[in-house]
């Protein structure tokens, strides 16, 4: 997609999704992954000092008055879809959410963001990154939800450069991941500044994820200027052997379309990255029972027979 601005409406945003799923729908789509935070600008990079003053980027139902003609024209099209908003809870609690919606129009899951990047507090930054101020960390882990037929894994944004994400999702069967995306082109705190290096460091992630775990990978993210700030772009289609089959040629609204094919993960998921015949669990405690980086902890001397 291409820029939201401030300014625009969620009906305007919902119009231009509705072009993109209707020309999805006429390629013969079944299933259209839009990005993180779509409905509105990618607003984390604002610092407002009253978290309240935010409240009008929330939703606080879905679907919408404003966004349920998407969902009917899903339905009457038989297209399921996965879109990122961000949520506001009954009890005023805030997540950077994902909704995944079946060809039949039935809501299939959610996902609350697991991997919020950037920092709590205002900074001496052009643009801030502030998904940790405005969002909590999302408590219920990455589901696998069924959409026309394929388990499908939810994440979103930066949950895409961990390894922890695809291999969760892959432990529990997932077919392919889709991920909806904001990523900023410059002064991001930690990223490379350089546009080359940022789209390299994304395809590098998307790839190994897909690759590493024997399932495909859709992302989908924003592009263009949203309010002064370059997105990156890049939405791609990526195969179980890391191949981009489809990518994103340019900067505003547009589909980049792949098609499913089973038969791809199958030698992968039969030889080589035969989980269930080759994991070796036993040795990967540390993964989650240690946060940071740390000191080594295998006895490489003693102890050998
Ligand atoms: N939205 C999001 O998660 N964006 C991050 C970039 C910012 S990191 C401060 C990403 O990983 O693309």
């Known amino acids: 997609m291409g820029g939201v601005q401030p300014a625009e409406s969620r009906t305007s945003v919902v119009g231009r999704l509705l072009v993109l799923l ?54 009457e099209l038989g297209v399921g879809f996965v879109l990122g908003y961000a949520e506001m809870t009954p009890a005023g609690r805030r997540f950077n959410t994902v909704i995944a919606v079946d060809t039949d129009g039935s809501i299939a899951g959610y996902y609350r963001k697991v991997h919020l990047p950037g920092h709590v507090e205002e900074r001496q930054l052009a643009h801030q ?95 263009g200027f949203e309010d002064g700030q370059r997105l990156i772009g890049g939405s791609c289609v990526v195969t179980p052997g890391g191949d981009v089959v489809s990518v994103a040629a340019g900067d505003g609204d547009e589909l980049v379309v792949g098609t499913y094919d089973p038969r791809v993960a199958e030698p992968y998921r039969a030889e080589l990255f035969n989980f269930a015949l080759h994991r070796r669990p036993e040795h990967y405690g540390l993964i989650v029972e240690r946060t940071g980086h740390g000191e080594p902890v295998v006895e490489t001397l003693a102890g050998r027979s």
């Open 22 to 75: 209707e020309r999805a729908a006429s390629r013969g789509c079944r299933l259209v992954v839009f990005p993180e935070l779509t409905l509105t600008t990618f607003f984390p990079r604002y610092w407002l000092p009253r978290l309240d003053d935010a409240d009008g980027f929330y939703e606080r139902e879905m679907p919408s008055p404003e966004t349920a003609p998407l969902f009917d024209r899903a339905r």
């Open 129 to 223: 990154h502030l998904e940790k101020y405005y969002f909590e960390v999302g408590e219920e882990g990455f589901p696998v939800v069924e959409l026309a037929g394929l388990k499908v894994g939810l994440a979103t944004c930066n949950d895409r450069r961990w390894a922890e994400t695809y291999r969760v999702l892959a432990l529990q069967g997932a077919d392919l991941v889709a991920i909806g995306y904001n990523t900023p082109v410059g002064g991001v705190p930690g990223m490379a500044p350089e546009p080359h290096r940022m789209m390299e460091e994304h395809l590098l992630s998307v790839r190994a994820g897909a690759y590493q775990n024997s399932l495909w990978v859709l992302a989908a993210g924003k592009s």
